[in-house]
Every structure is written in C-alpha cells, then in structure tokens.
C-alpha cells in the first residue's frame, strides 16, 4: 500500500521528552513544498502501555487541547511508565480556523476513517492514526465537546460493542475518566468514526462531551485534566491514586434520545442542561424570525431522563439537533 507522507519530526520511540511535529507535506499557493505541521509530543519511559491522547478531532472543541497543552508541559519521564503520545490538534487545520471541519478539504476527521495516503489532507492525518499511530496503543482518549452548534452537560462516553472484552475494557476506563456524567451509547452511524477505528483493532476508548458554544470553561477544562490523569493511572502509565467523585450514569440506546428541529427559526429552549424531563415534556420551542402573532412549534421528549445536550446557537435550522435526553441507569 502506498506509504503515508506523514512523518513526525521527532521520535515516536526514544526515552525521554520530545515536543516537534508531525509533518505533512502540502503544496499550496502560499508556500510551493511547504507543510501542514501538526504539534505532537513523545514522552516515553521504559517499556509499558502507550497512551494515545488527541483533543480537536473537531476543531472548535476546546477542552481536550487546553488540557493536553498542559499535559506537554507537567508530565515528566520519570512520572511515567510506558509511553504517552499527545496530539491536542488532531485536525490542526480545522483548529487553527477554529471550525469544526478542516477548511481545505471540509473533512470531518470523525467522518474520516480509515482514510488514505493519498487523499486529502483529513484522510492523509486519519491514514496516519489509523496505520502507524493506533497500531502503538493500548488505550486512547479522544476530546470531544459541542463546538459552536452543541452544548453538553461534562460527560466521558464509551460504546455498546459486539466485542463484549474490549466494551467492558473501556467501560472500567470511562467509569476512571470519572466526568460528572457517563454515558453508555449504541452509535446508530458509526462508519468513517475514529472511536470504530480505535475499537475495531481492539483498543480501549474513552470518548468525551465536556461543554461546547465554541468555546471552554474553567470547570469543564477541570474535568479534562483529571480525566487524563485518572485515565493515565487507570492505564499502568502514570502512578499516583485516581481522584473518584460521584457520577452520573446515563444510557443512549436509540434514536429516541435525538429531537431534531423540523423548522427554521427563533430557538427557545423550555429545559436547561442536566434538568430532568419526562415522555412528551415540551424541551424546545422554534418562534418564527419574520412575522409576529405566530404560536411557536413545540418539541417534546420522546423518553424520559436528562437533558445531556441542547443545540446553542439562539437560530435553528431544519435538521439541527435541538436537544437530546440521556435515560437514567440504575
Ligand atoms: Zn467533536
């Protein structure tokens, strides 16, 4: 198979600390050989499990690349044992324009793989991920949160799998990310998804939604840090106790979770995040934006539980996601 152009400037299997780049070469109207250079770093100690750490899939998700900025800069070799592999900008041109797809080929990177080496550049980096960077891991922690569109209430996700092994493996290491809330989820449309790469070779995966609005907060970046930390003790990587609190443990069987807006409009919505609803509450009202003396269209609950996420911006679209409720478990 054609090799990836990728290479990282770095060593990926050295004792020690290294920070540099993983460096994809691409031609473009600004610079003739120039590069896309993706941060990446290496700190390994000895032989043990690798940690494969990667924050904006998407790229206006903040959490995941603050606290692995951080994680570049306070974990030592001699903290670890094994190997920790951080990429805080998975797609580093989505990133760096602060969207959710990459603005040179509007790749999805969570739409991407298995990708090719000779695709664009969003299948180029999960070509990459997918034959060189997870083949090196034992477990993975992939940052999400709701970028501009969604908001979350701070939660880690692991899937239902046909690989009864590998889902109770990442269950134990969800249940160690220990965000204020856990979510057990069926994914409906899983091709093209990192989380099945990482899964379909075995590997342990800890998902998240930890905000979103396109932007962090101070509590949802806290959960991120402890999360990673907890993960990296969970793992046999990084010693120390994990810090427990209690949390919150919800289920995403089916598509009865999703209420999706039929209209577009003035978005009301009737219940905030973390606030309990029951079948047929009414969660959201769209208010039409071009005329007044109109009732605004109701959306109702089709389950019972908590509202886990909500669409942010004050318009909607038909088609958006305008809300979605998580079932208690236990
Ligand atoms: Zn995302």
């Not at 692995?68 to 592999?85: F, M, N, W, Y």
């Not at 990192?194 to 590997?203: F, I, L, N, P, R």
């Not at 069987?253 to 978005?267: A, H, Q, R």
């Amino acid at each position: 198979m054609t090799p990836n152009p990728i290479s990282p400037t770095i060593p990926l299997d050295s004792d020690g600390i290294h920070h540099g780049f993983l460096r994809m070469p691409y031609s473009r109207d600004d610079s003739a050989w120039g590069s896309i250079m993706i941060p990446l770093t290496v700190i390994k100690n000895g032989d043990g499990p690798t940690a494969l750490l990667t924050g904006a899939n998407h790229g206006d998700e903040y959490e995941g690349p603050v606290a692995l900025q951080e994680l570049t800069v306070t974990l030592k070799p001699e903290d670890i044992t094994g190997r920790v592999i951080i990429v805080p900008a998975f797609n580093y041109p989505a990133y760096r324009a602060a969207l959710r797809t990459s603005p040179i080929d509007k790749g999805n990177m969570n739409r991407a793989f298995p990708g090719r080496p000779d695709g664009t550049p969003t299948e180029k980096i999960a070509d990459y991920f997918q034959r060189v960077l997870l083949p090196m891991a034992d477990i993975a922690v992939d940052f999400h949160s709701g970028g501009k569109t969604l908001d979350f209430v701070p939660f880690a996700a692991a899937h239902i799998l046909e690989d009864k092994a590998n889902e109770a493996a990442c269950f134990a290491a969800m249940a160690a990310f220990n965000a204020p809330y856990s979510v057990q989820l069926l994914e409906i449309d899983n091709v093209g998804m990192y989380d099945t790469a990482v899964e379909d070779m075995g590997k342990v995966l800890v998902s998240t939604e930890l905000g979103g609005g396109g932007s962090a907060t101070a509590k949802s970046i806290a959960v991120a840090k402890k999360g990673l930390r907890n993960v990296l003790i969970h793992a046999g990587i990084l010693k120390g106790e994990m810090q427990i609190d209690p949390t919150v443990r919800l289920d995403m069987p089916d598509g009865d979770c999703f209420v999706f807006s039929e209209d577009d409009g003035l978005y009301e919505p009737m219940v905030d995040l973390g606030e309990q609803v029951s079948q047929g509450d009414v969660v959201a009202r769209v208010w039409p934006v071009d005329r007044t003396g109109i009732a605004p269209i109701e959306y109702r609950a089709k389950v019972t539980g908590l509202l886990i996420s909500r669409h942010f911006p004050g318009l909607i679209k038909a088609g958006d996601c305008a809300a979605v409720i998580g079932l208690n478990v236990g």
